[in-house]
Nanobody, 122 residues
Framework: QVHLEQSGGGLMQAGGSLRLSCRAS????????????MGWFRQARGKEREFVAS???????TVSDAVKGRFTVSRDHATNTLDLQMNSLLPEDTAIYYC????????????WGQGTPVTVSS
């Protein structure tokens, strides 16, 4: 399984910006298709986990309507790093954010980061 290490996040006022990073490691990365898709999920207190954004190795990105126009997802294949630039933050963005990866042809995200909190104050 792929190990995902997250960093970034923190506390920010509404309207501000934060950045999340996720670095993948592990022997399975010898196969580049092991992390064909990498993405971000979040879970707010008392709510279900929800999809935020993802990008595959071909550069195809998917962004949820809740963050479209405000968040940008990107990845660096050379460093196996996934980033999420979060601009125009809203209190509704407050949640624990999780990095995840999915192998080529897989239907489920199978590797998960440890989670990092994002708190947006009004």
């Amino acid at each position: 399984q792929v190990h995902l290490e997250q960093s970034g996040g923190g506390l920010m006022q509404a309207g501000g910006s934060l950045r999340l990073s996720c670095r993948a490691s592990g022997a399975s990365l010898s196969d580049p298709f092991s992390i064909y898709t990498m993405g971000w999920f979040r879970q707010a207190r008392g709510k279900e986990r929800e999809f935020v954004a993802s990008v595959n190795r071909r550069g195809l990105d998917t962004v949820s309507d809740a963050v479209k126009g405000r968040f940008t997802v990107s990845r660096d294949h050379a460093t196996n790093t996934l980033d999420l630039q979060m601009n125009s933050l809203l209190p509704e963005d407050t949640a624990i954010y999780y990095c995840a990866s999915r192998p080529f042809r897989a239907s489920e995200f199978s590797s998960w980061g440890q989670g990092t909190p994002v708190t947006v104050s009004s």
